[in-house]
Nanobody
Framework: QVQLVESGGGLVQPGGSLRLSCAAS????????MGWYRQAPGNERELVAR???????NYADSVKARFTISRDNAKNTVYLQMNNLKPEDTAVYYC???????????WGQGTQVTVSS
């Protein structure tokens, strides 16, 4: 069992920045995929960004050039740097950790990101 602890959410004005962090309670897998998902009211959950244990990354088209996902293996932590935030980015952001085959699939509790003036 792995617990994911998220932090960094909050209220920010359009054009501002936030950095989300997701710390795993312990090492789980040598091969993994960790990602950030978000869900806005009335919308389905969508993938925002993900990073693999190999270092490859993937972003939703809506956040490319604005968001950056990174990791610190020594701290068992993954980050999501969000720049030039837009009101459309408002959502609950969830951290996800899984292995390559979905044998294990862990989720954080979610952190609210609100972009509003």
């Amino acid at each position: 069992q792995v617990q994911l602890v998220e932090s960094g959410g909050g209220l920010v004005q359009p054009g501002g920045s936030l950095r989300l962090s997701c710390a795993a309670s312990r090492r789980a897998f040598s091969i993994y995929v960790m990602g950030w998902y978000r869900q806005a009211p009335g919308n389905e959950r969508e993938l925002v960004a993900r990073i693999t244990s190999f270092g490859s990354t993937n972003y939703a088209d809506s956040v490319k050039a604005r968001f950056t996902i990174s990791r610190d293996n020594a701290k068992n932590t993954v980050y999501l740097q969000m720049n030039n935030l837009k009101p459309e980015d408002t959502a609950v952001y969830y951290c996800n950790l899984r292995d390559g085959s979905y044998t294990y699939d862990y989720w954080g509790q979610g952190t609210q990101v609100t972009v509003s003036s």
